[in-house]
């Protein structure tokens, strides 16, 4: 099939391009680079560097013709959505809306939206979290990404734009970029290959659940042609906390030293997992892959880029 990729330059949208392109799909990504990277990009890809709230998005459904659309790219920062809540909406909001509505133009099969699980459910009233759990998102970012659930519920009543959402727990593994605000096994990682001392926003007990990108690469392939009109849950239903995180990434990477404590960040929800048997049940998918053997594989890909990248 040909599809087209929003964010596909992206850390979680670059990795499931390649997949996508090994099965023999064309891909086409729509990336503005503001948070992806150009080594990111396959090469195999055709590659339109725009943003997903530009009037030229509609030249390239145009031109491409795509039958699916997987949407991933966002504003994923979740102290910048409080920084600039409206520069959060424009980018998560009005350009989702964009997509959508060319999907509609375009006669798309099928969308796939990449939402979130970790930030959407607030502080949670029971662990594991399922689809049903109540939606009371304690920062702007978590707003605006269930927002766009909204959209495409009362797009596919009113139009019948079939979609499946995948909300996503604290998905880590290769090309998440160590240097941003998230990622915390990326960010630890890097900093203890380089002699650095972690931050623990708060005394460690902080939980979220991980999942590592070969698994959420599995579940947008299912998400293809599974899963019709569905909010699915995509994470592995075990909390982890900072402490743990630190813990197991200094024993695999032979770090010897100890983390800065700090207070905690507002916005940031302090307990999620989430319940994940009905993306089991629509899509067969479950996790494969174990926290030990993810941050093993993690690890050994940020060793490698650390003698590779000069020290900053």
């Known amino acids: 099939m040909k599809i087209l990729f929003t964010g596909g330059a992206g850390f979680i949208g670059s990795n499931v391009v390649d997949a996508l392109i090994n099965l023999g799909h064309e891909v086409v990504v729509a990336d503005n680079l503001s948070s992806g990277f150009r080594e990111n990009l396959n090469p195999n890809a055709k590659f339109y560097q725009l943003s997903i709230c530009d009037k030229e998005l509609s030249s390239v ?173 995509i994470g592995t239903g075990i909390e982890t906390s900072d402490q743990e995180i630190f813990d197991t990434l200094a024993d695999v990477l032979g770090y010897q030293g100890s983390p800065i404590y700090a207070p905690v960040r507002k916005g940031e929800v302090y307990r999620i997992c989430l319940e994940c048997s009905k993306a089991k049940e629509e899509l067969g998918w479950s996790p494969r892959l174990s926290l030990k053997e993810g941050i093993a594989k993690t690890a050994e890909y940020y060793r490698t880029l650390a003698k590779q990248t000069p020290a900053r």
């Open 61 to 233: 459904f145009e031109r491409e013709r795509p039958e699916i659309v997987n949407h991933h790219a966002a504003q994923i920062d979740v102290r910048k959505s409080a920084d600039d809540p409206v520069a959060d909406a424009e980018g998560n909001i009005l350009g989702s809306l964009n997509v959508i509505t060319n999907c509609l133009q375009f006669g798309v099969k099928r969308l796939i939206y990449a939402s979130t699980g970790g930030a959407i459910y607030g502080e949670a009233q029971y662990l594991p979290a399922d689809e049903n759990h109540p939606v009371n998102p304690v920062s702007q970012y978590g707003v605006s990404k269930h927002t766009v659930e909204h959209y495409l519920h009362l797009y596919s009543g009113l139009h019948g734009l079939e979609h499946v959402t995948l909300r996503y727990a604290n998905v880590y593994g290769p090309r998440q970029n160590p240097f941003g605000e998230a990622g915390v096994v990326a960010i630890f990682a890097t900093q203890m290959l380089t002699g650095k001392q972690p931050t623990i926003f708060g005394p460690g007990d902080k939980t979220r659940d991980y999942v590592h990108v070969s698994d959420v690469i599995d579940a947008n392939i299912l998400a293809l042609d599974r899963g019709k009109n569905s909010i699915l849950n």
